[in-house]
């Protein structure tokens, strides 16, 4: 069946810039989380929605940083005004309930120059 | 201060020997544990877990052992062929109620399996 997907898989934009990365969970999955990957780091938990609802936003680095989900389904990733500390592998992934295992996109590349 | 530690960057196995990959944990309250895979450019790859209530599991030529009262996980592949050569992360999930369930994850080890 499907896996999670992401969009775009690279983005290189202007440091100052807004902008949206794309996650579709696998279908029926509740729970969503977004992590980044920056260069030699490991992956770090930005926020977690289960359903609609973000019950964990803990580890968004700073307000620039938003995210939504509608339908339980899609999520956005919104990043304003761009940083070059942002350039990082950002993940999505999914599991069926939110207690289990977390299955992972490819990644979006965003490049801040 | 990093919860979950891969003190190995790097490891070089020679193909159909045994591959050891060691995790270290530090929050007494993690309760699942997973390993994932990785190749570039692409996401990480669900291996195997292990909940705190077992201390062995395993899944064809990968299993994982837990050992509780020293906080450490280690992953076994056996035989190790060369397409296992990539990134292996450890994650670790648990702890207080307000965190749900997002993964911890180590550094990562890369492996590389000798033809």
């Known amino acids: 069946g499907a896996g999670v997907s992401q969009s775009p898989s690279n983005k290189v934009t202007e440091k100052g810039k807004d902008v949206e990365l794309r996650c579709d969970p696998i279908?029926?999955?509740?729970?969503l989380y977004w992590y980044r990957q920056s260069l030699g780091q490991g992956l770090e938990f930005l926020i977690y929605?289960?359903?609609?609802?973000?019950?964990?936003k803990s580890g968004l680095p700073s307000d620039r940083f938003s995210a939504e989900r509608t339908g339980g389904s899609v999520s956005t990733l919104t990043i304003q005004r761009t940083q070059q500390e942002d350039s990082a592998v950002y993940l999505c992934a999914s599991s069926p309930t939110g207690i289990d295992t977390q299955y992972f996109g490819p990644g979006t590349r965003l490049t801040v120059l | 201060d990093q919860q979950v530690k891969q003190n190995s960057p790097s490891l070089s196995v020679q193909e159909g020997r045994i591959s050891i990959l060691n995790c270290d944990y530090t929050?007494?309250?993690?309760?699942?544990f997973l390993w994932y895979k990785k190749y570039p450019a692409e996401g990480p790859t669900f291996l195997i877990s292990?909940?705190?209530?077992?201390d062995k599991n395993e899944d064809g030529r990968f299993t994982v052992f837990l050992n509780k009262s020293a906080k450490h996980l280690s992953l076994h592949i056996v035989p190790s062929q060369p397409g296992d050569s990539a990134v292996y992360f450890c994650a670790a999930s648990g702890g207080s109620s307000g965190s749900a369930r997002q993964l911890t994850f180590g550094s990562g080890t890369q492996l590389t399996v000798l033809p």
């Open positions: 279908s029926g999955h509740t729970a």
């Open positions: 292990i909940s705190s209530i077992k």
């Open positions: 929050n007494s309250m993690f309760d699942y």
């Open positions: 929605f289960q359903g609609n609802s973000a019950p964990d």
